[in-house]
């Protein structure tokens, strides 16, 4: 088959081949997130079940083994994510007519969580024996998204691997997991891709002002594509504009707005903001949103380093917990009142 990576991943998959037949039983991709670690993940896991891997350790493509693998039908595979992600799948994959019937079926909200029920149902998968004499391998992602119980379901499942049982696990966060669950894994650090690779990609995927695109995502080149095709590229444009201009009557007036945007999104849209102000102040550089470099540098001017590092670091906090607010308009209202007392 085509070799299905991209060009920044080629070095750390050569890498990954290094280990042979000495493959550790649980492996951790982990790097920033909208670096194609997910795609990363599933290539290698359809690797190790491929019959007649091709040179450089690639899938064929066209083994039986291949064929299940990409139907998601391998009776020696299982990817384990969280609901939401198979409903997004889903609807996307059956048009908008289709994902209201299923809305319509169920009122309860699709889980942002892996639970423990999906663990446990790993326990009968890795009981049985392999379909094809060979490997079983499970996908995990993302790892951040287990709810305790899960994780610590997980865990027993790590220190005491089946046979010939392979686990992948995907992460954006390694400080978001477990430690029982680290010490378990053999970390495997997927990287950055440089600006060049980056840049020529989202081009190559006909994105108009790639360079600004990329620089909003922190560098990377999935999300910088997605932000792109997003609609919500104009609520960040009014976001940025009113962050401009801070102070109590438009905190209020942007949270009036954004309390029906997804929450971790646009606390996420605030850290990097933060970030190139205290950047701008120490050092004039601005690598988030350099249209935005007079304005930057005004605020800059305005805060004190003391009560923006303090603003900082509640910024932060409120992401640990932005994907379960109790209510989204206060929480918007609080963590943007916050920011207006830095110039007020």
Known sequence: MTNPLFSWQQSAWQ???????????????????GIGKTLFAEHFAQSL??????????ACGHCLSCGWFVQYSHPDYRRVRPELLDEEESAGAEGEAESD????????????????????????????STHRSGRRVIVLYPAEALNTPAANALL?????????TVFVLVSNSLDRLLPTILSRCHKFGLGMPDSADALAWLKSQNVSD????????????????????SESRTELDDFLRQLCKPGPESSLKIAEKMQKMDVPTTVSWM??????????????RIRYYPRYQ????????????????QVIRNTDERQAIASHPLAAKLFIEDMLLDYSALFH
């Open 271 to 284: 850290q990097r903001w933060l970030y190139d102000i205290f950047s701008c102040k120490q050092t004039g």
């Open 156 to 164: 027993k499942s790590l220190e005491e691997p089946s046979k010939n």
């Open 294 to 309: 007079k304005e930057l540098a005004v605020l800059a001017g305005r805060a004190g380093s003391t009560e923006l590092l």
């Open 49 to 58: 079940l491929c019959e007649t891997p091709e040179q450089g350790g690639h």
């Open 101 to 128: 019937k299923k809305t319509a079926k169920s009122a309860k909200a699709p889980s942002k969580e892996i639970v423990i029920n999906q663990v446990r149902a790993l326990t009968d998968f890795m009981n049985l």
């Open 15 to 33: 890498q990954l081949q290094q280990f042979g037949e000495r493959l550790p039983h649980a492996i951790l991709l982990h790097g920033p997130e």
């Open 210 to 229: 790639a360079e600004v695109w990329l620089a909003q995502q922190g560098g990377s080149p999935l999300a910088a594509l997605e932000m792109s095709q």
